[in-house]
């Protein structure tokens, strides 16, 4: 854990790597547009987009195939 602490303290350039968060309307879908501030204010994300499924909660293939 200490040697993985050093690693993310000198690692701290910005992430170029697009990142889609898509969660259900009923589970993590509400949380993930603070979680896309987060990781763009604290972690470097250039780019986080998020999509919430409406109706869905956690196996979103089998809750909303389309």
Known sequence: MPANAYFNAEHTEPIDVPLFLVGG??????????????LHANYGWAAVQVHIIDGAMHYLVEERPD
């Open 25 to 38: 309307e009923h589970l993590f879908g509400p949380i993930f547009p603070t979680l896309a501030d987060s």
